[in-house]
């Protein structure tokens, strides 16, 4: 069984439409993740949940939205997508948000805006 | 503040020689760090973490890691590289008392037969 699972693996779409990604993990992890990973392989934090609430959401443009209808769901919604959106989407878990804790991380949403 | 630095954009390593990938590190307080792997196309994966205790950690796929305070470092290990080690690892440091990870730039490793 795949312990953190994203869909889809691949979205391409137009500039300015509105697309979502899907998030889920089963690994009982109370904490949850986005990243997003450009060209270069920089790893950017964008938002953590931790209990469905909200923990981190650091400098991102407020046309993507997360959602936590669970502990084990977090969903990245994105509107009016730009080019500079185009990049690598990762979600990930952790137990909590203990120091010590690893993250698990799901196989990656390739966005590509045209 | 706190930060990590991953010197080398890339290491090269013939097969079936030591590898090491730098890692350094900036907190104020006790650090908890951690590396992580990640194959072409895919997520990362974690291979080790040092959190207290001995200084050496060992980690999946035969690697292993020295956490050296004095250098505030934490450099990848490896005795004998494999090509399928060849990938992209990144260093990530967190303060003790602190839930935000910080990560490095990323080493990418290519290991030659």
């Known amino acids: 069984d795949t312990a953190v699972s994203q869909t889809p693996k691949y979205l391409v779409t137009q500039m300015g439409n509105d697309k979502s990604i899907k998030c889920e993990q089963n690994?009982?992890?109370?904490?949850m993740y986005w990243y997003k990973q450009d060209s270069k392989k920089f790893l950017k934090i964008m938002f953590s949940?931790?209990?469905?609430?909200?923990?981190i959401n650091e400098t991102v443009p407020n046309r993507f939205s997360p959602k936590s209808p669970d502990k084990a769901h977090l969903n990245l919604h994105i509107n009016s997508l730009e080019l500079g959106d185009s990049a690598v989407y990762f979600c990930?878990?952790?137990?909590?948000?203990?120091?010590?804790?690893?993250?698990?991380f799901g196989p990656g949403t390739r966005l590509t805006v045209l | 503040a706190q930060s990590v630095a991953q010197p080398e954009d890339q290491v090269n390593v013939a097969e079936g020689n030591p590898l090491t990938v730098k890692c350094t590190y900036s907190?104020?307080?006790?650090?908890?760090l951690f590396w992580y792997v990640q194959y072409p196309n895919r997520g990362l994966q974690f291979l080790l973490k040092y959190i207290t205790g001995d200084n050496l950690v060992k980690g999946s796929y035969g690697f292993e890691a020295e956490f050296n305070k004095s250098q505030t470092s934490f450099h990848l290990k490896k005795p004998s590289a494999l090509v399928s080690d060849s990938a992209l690892y990144f260093c990530?440091?967190?303060?003790?008392?602190?839930?935000?990870?910080?990560w490095g730039a990323g080493t990418k490793l290519i290991i030659k037969p």
């Open positions: 990530a440091v967190r303060e003790a008392s602190n839930y935000q990870l910080i």
């Open positions: 907190v104020s307080g006790n650090p908890y």
């Open positions: 990930a878990s952790s137990p909590g948000l203990a120091g010590r804790d690893e993250q698990f």
């Open positions: 690994l009982g992890h109370d904490t």
């Open positions: 949940y931790n209990n469905k609430e909200l923990i």
